[in-house]
């Protein structure tokens, strides 16, 4: 398969954003995250056997200017120095490319569909000035297309990012009027920037010089069934585990074997995993607030734990460090407690990253969002999938499309890879790996 670019334009609004909302100033939030860090998605749309793709493009470009209208942070211009978004109308990137064969061809899988895949959504460059948005528009010669998405992490966490596509979809399928709920735009006004904090590129590789590969492992519904039977006969009914957490909690114990084979000792480990604070803290923040709203819950495996190495001991792990996280969060009645928090949590994750003698699990879970609500008119996608990030070495979580099951893309460097993909546990409770 080849992917041909065929036309790169900038949508810009439909109408211009007023003049007391152009200049907005970022969250400290947002100051936590890498401003060259881009959120990649692609959405899969099967063949109907009478797709129009121009009028298909048509329809997507004057929909996405009409709802850039109210979420117009995003078409404008970050600027580092001032720490604010330009909200100026520069407009999001959208791009159109033929892909030569048919989308059934690129979701049957295998390896070699890997490098394809990364050619399916914008590759954002690095310059000041460029946009936050990007959007490639794939049309496949035997039918089918696929939108490609990326969206710099600086201004959004993934809520943000799905509720932009739904509400996207919302308009091209049924009218911008049928937009029932504006995003809210009001994180920094509780959340203000703050000149203490230092970069925010806290996860350089330190192991750059490794190759990491990404694969998909897919827990079906039937299998995470069976897991958590497993796990709550084991833990006496103390809790009920979630997919979530049962999935994370095999995940990690591979990965603990993994490194105790390569090391010949059992290591430490701390786990991060992404924590949505929407709803979760006793502040009158907007459930729609739009930006980065995130924190991370964290997890500890240590020397003393080395008797605790069964899959009911890395649930409970998992899942007293969400508790906690939910508990410090309900706490949360003020700026400054939360900042604290949020530091502390960042501090000791970037102290796990730097010691060579301890193991950093970073985990991202996009399950019960809106991921497969994405029907422009053609019908809802029949996949949603990432985008592998070089060099990158991190676990996303997200639900299959039927909702019972957790595709689980795991990125690795090579030789954890090949050990980690033969663990029984990983064969035995997942479906063909891509």
């Known amino acids: 398969m080849n992917v041909q670019i065929l036309s790169r334009k900038l949508i810009t609004p439909s109408s211009p954003t007023p003049h007391h909302l152009q200049n907005l100033k970022i969250s400290w939030l947002d100051q936590f995250l890498s401003p060259h860090n881009y959120l990649p998605f692609i959405f899969y749309y099967p ?78 460059v690095q310059p000041d000035n460029s946009p936050l948005v990007l959007i490639q528009f794939n049309m496949f010669e035997s039918g089918g ?91 006496n009914g103390s809790h009920q585990p979630t997919r979530v957490e049962v999935v994370t909690a095999v995940i990690w114990k591979t990965l603990t074997m993994v490194a105790q084979a390569k090391h010949g000792r059992l290591r430490p480990s701390l786990l991060s995993h992404t924590f949505n604070m929407r709803g979760k803290i006793a502040m009158p923040i907007p459930d729609n607030s739009c930006g980065n709203f995130i924190n991370v819950a964290l997890s500890h495996f240590t020397a003393d734990d080395e008797t605790k190495v069964q899959l009911h001991d890395f649930v409970d792990r998992v899942y007293n460090g969400i508790k906690n996280m939910v508990s410090d969060c309900a706490r949360v009645s ?13 501090i000791e994750t970037i102290k796990a990253f730097t010691r060579s003698e301890m193991d950093l699990y970073m985990f991202n879970s996009w ?68």
């Open 367 to 434: 399950c019960r969002m809106p991921v497969y609500q994405a029907d422009f008119g053609w019908g809802k996608p029949g996949w949603v999938s990432g985008l592998y990030v070089p060099g990158v070495e991190m676990v996303f979580l997200v639900d299959t499309k039927d909702g019972d099951g957790i595709e689980a893309w795991v990125s690795l460097e090579e030789d954890t890879m090949l050990l980690f993909q033969e663990n029984p546990d990983i064969k035995a409770f997942t479906g063909q790996e891509l």
């Open 334 to 346: 003020s700026d400054d407690e939360l900042f604290v928090m949020a530091e502390k949590i960042r």
């Open 47 to 124: 063949s109907t056997g009478d797709e129009n793709n121009e009028e298909r493009s048509k329809q997507l470009q004057n929909s996405l200017s009409e709802i850039l209208t109210i979420f117009y942070p995003l078409a404008g211009r970050y600027i580092d120095n001032n720490l604010i978004i330009d909200c100026n109308d520069k407009g999001v990137e959208y791009t159109e490319a033929q892909v030569s064969g048919g989308l059934s061809l690129l979701l049957e899988g295998g390896e070699l569909e890997t490098e394809l895949r990364n050619h399916l959504a914008p590759h954002p």
């Open 145 to 235: 297309v696929a939108i490609g998405l990326c969206v710099t992490h600086r201004v959004a966490d993934a809520y943000t990012v799905f509720t932009f596509v739904r509400t996207w979809a919302t308009a091209c399928k049924l009218g911008v009027d049928e937009v029932l709920h504006a995003p809210s735009f009001q994180l920094p006004s509780f959340f203000p920037s703050r000149d203490t904090i230092s970069s925010p590129n806290r996860f350089i590789g330190r192991n750059h010089h490794k190759i990491v590969v990404m694969k998909r492992f897919v827990f079906t519904g039937a299998a995470l069934s069976k897991l958590k039977a497993v796990v709550s006969a084991s833990v």
